[in-house]
């Protein structure tokens, strides 16, 4: 069993940064795939970085060259460094741990850019 608990989000400016933090705990952390997703209301949940286990990422095109995923195996922790923030990134964020066939959620973490 994976517990996943995020933390960093807030309210920001248009043009400014977030740093999200998710720590994970439970056996196995550094052989998770780990990801950021986010979602509105009435919206799917959409993926916006990906690290594996290796760390190898991908990101939507939304989301390259502005948002930044990173992984401290010691720490058990991924981060979201996120820059150049839009309205339209204004969600909740969600970690993610896939092994194999499980999946991990976090509670989520409310990001606004507004000004």
């Known amino acids: 069993q994976v517990q996943l608990v995020e933390s960093g989000g807030g309210l920001v400016q248009p043009g400014g940064s977030l740093r999200l933090s998710c720590a994970a705990s439970?056996?196995?952390?550094?052989?998770?795939?780990m990801g950021w997703y986010r979602q509105t209301p009435g919206k799917q949940r959409e993926m916006v970085a990906i690290?594996?286990?290796?760390?190898?990422?991908s990101y939507p095109d939304s989301a390259k060259g502005r948002f930044t995923i990173s992984r401290d195996n010691a720490k058990n922790t991924v981060y979201l460094q996120m820059n150049s923030l839009k309205p339209d990134d204004t969600a909740v964020y969600y970690c993610n741990a896939r092994y194999m066939v499980s999946t991990y959620w976090g509670q989520g973490t409310q990001v606004t850019v507004s000004s």
């Open positions: 439970g056996s196995g952390v550094s052989r998770l795939a």
């Open positions: 690290i594996t286990s290796g760390g190898s990422t």
